[in-house]
């Protein structure tokens, strides 16, 4: 049973294009996160979730928008692609302090 | 502010050889260290923790490291590694009850038979 799923793991698509990744947790966690991972492997995190409420907006494009419907999803929405988007985006999941556990990770490639 | 340092970007070693990867932080409150392994195409997974109690922690796979608070270390241990341990190793680290994690860079094992 996995403990943080994301969907899709693969999503190729043409610059300018909207698309959405889904993330869903079932450890009962009250935080959530998306980092980012470019091709040189660093972990950059995007934003932070904490019940529903964002509590860490890193410095992001406008174009990336957060979604929490409920503490246990953190959807992520991107507008207008660009070929910098390119990257894995990982969804992770937390409680204080502790361990964050994560997704297996979508592969975005923009053409 | 916190930050974490992986001395090493790149380890190449044979194989059954013993490995160390370098950890430092900085941070002027309590802190909480992870280390994390990245198997290539694969989702980060806990390897080890340290949150309070003994300074030598011991992981998944063999791994060990040590909590060194005067140093502001955390290296990560391997007294014999195996061929499936080349992987990418993440240090990071939590300071009080911050819900940030700060990540070093990464560092890349390549373990040759």
């Known amino acids: 049973d996995t403990a943080v799923s994301q969907t899709p793991k693969y999503l190729v698509t043409q610059m300018g294009n909207d698309k959405s990744i889904k993330c869903e947790q079932n450890?009962?966690?009250?935080?959530m996160y998306w980092y980012k991972q470019d091709s040189k492997k660093f972990l950059k995190i995007m934003f932070s979730y904490n019940n529903k409420e964002l509590i860490i907006n890193e410095t992001v494009p406008n174009r990336f928008s957060p979604k929490s419907p409920d503490k246990a999803h953190l959807n992520l929405h991107i507008n207008s692609l660009e070929l910098g988007d390119s990257a894995v985006y990982f969804c992770?999941?937390?409680?204080?302090?502790?361990?964050?556990?994560f997704g297996q990770g979508t592969r975005l490639t923009v053409v | 502010a916190q930050s974490v340092t992986q001395l090493d970007s790149q380890v190449p070693v044979f194989e059954e050889a013993p490995v160390e990867l370098r950890c430092n932080y900085s941070s002027s409150v309590s802190v909480y260290l992870f280390w994390y392994v990245q198997y290539p195409n694969q989702g980060l997974q806990l390897l080890l923790k340290y949150l309070s109690g003994s300074t030598l922690v011991k992981g998944i796979n063999g791994f060990e490291a040590e909590f060194n608070k005067s140093q502001t270390s955390f290296h990560l241990r391997k007294p014999s590694v195996h061929i499936s341990d080349t992987a990418e190793y993440f240090c990071?680290?939590?300071?009080?009850?911050?819900?940030?994690?700060?990540w070093g860079l990464g560092t890349s094992l390549a373990v040759n038979p």
């Open positions: 992770a999941s937390s409680q204080v302090s502790s361990e964050a556990f």
């Open positions: 990071a680290v939590v300071a009080g009850n911050n819900r940030k994690l700060i």
């Open positions: 450890l009962g966690h009250d935080t």
